[in-house]
């Protein structure tokens, strides 16, 4: 079944590469896209297919409070994730300090390296990222623990995934007073 998921899922227009692992230690399901790809797009269709073979199933699936925000306030720093061949490069700065990250290309190791970039630029501890994931109707939540604190931002993946990452990032670490990505603990 592995095989035929990773063949049917790089058949979807968008999909660069797909590695399929359900059964080793980092299990799950790798997809890199193309550059000029439509992610919304590519990522209703990956979730239909996934549904269709069984992988994802109701335990899988996660619920957020809707509406999701559609507009973050200005969470002071910018932000630049740019694809690697082998993950991603992940940039934070604010006026007087930058600081960039090379980390895998896996939703955890990117939300957090934007994390630790973030907190090394405005001088605050790092929290450790526990949890990513993507909602059926196109909602990001990130968790961050920080100690024994658990907080959470979410986002809408409409306006595409570094503003989403940045709005969630930004709500799991309380860098945003958006009423839309308060900061909740878990």
């Given at each position: 079944m592995t095989s035929n998921l990773a063949s049917r899922l790089e058949d979807i227009p968008g999909v660069a590469s797909v590695v399929v692992d359900l059964?080793?230690?980092?299990?799950?399901?790798?997809?890199?896209?193309?550059?000029?790809?439509?992610?919304?797009?590519?990522?209703?269709?990956?979730?239909?297919?996934?549904?269709?073979?069984?992988?994802?199933?109701?335990?899988?699936?996660?619920?957020?409070?809707?509406?999701?925000?559609?507009?973050?306030?200005?969470?002071?720093?910018?932000?630049s994730i740019t694809p690697l061949k082998s993950g991603a490069r992940i940039e934070v700065s604010t006026r007087s300090v930058k600081s960039f990250r090379i980390v895998a290309a896996t939703p955890t190791a990117i939300a957090q390296g934007?994390?630790?970039?973030?907190?090394?630029?405005?001088?605050?501890?790092?929290?450790?990222?526990v949890a990513v994931s993507v909602g059926d109707e196109g909602s990001l939540r990130v968790a961050a623990l920080d100690g024994d604190r658990e907080t959470e931002g979410l986002a809408d993946v409409s306006g595409g995934w570094v503003a989403a990452l940045t709005?969630?990032?930004?709500?799991?670490?309380?860098?945003?007073?958006?009423?839309?990505?308060?900061?909740?603990?878990?």
């Open positions: 059964e080793g230690f980092g299990r799950g399901i790798d997809v890199r896209l193309e550059p000029d790809a439509d992610e919304a797009v590519v990522m209703e269709r990956l979730r239909a297919l996934l549904a269709a073979y069984g992988v994802r199933n109701d335990r899988d699936q996660v619920r957020l409070p809707e509406p999701a925000p559609k507009v973050a306030r200005d969470p002071g720093v910018s932000v934007l994390a630790d970039a973030w907190c090394q630029v405005v001088g605050r501890v790092p929290v450790e990222i709005e969630a990032v930004a709500g799991a670490l309380g860098a945003t007073e958006n009423p839309g990505l308060e900061q909740a603990a878990i």
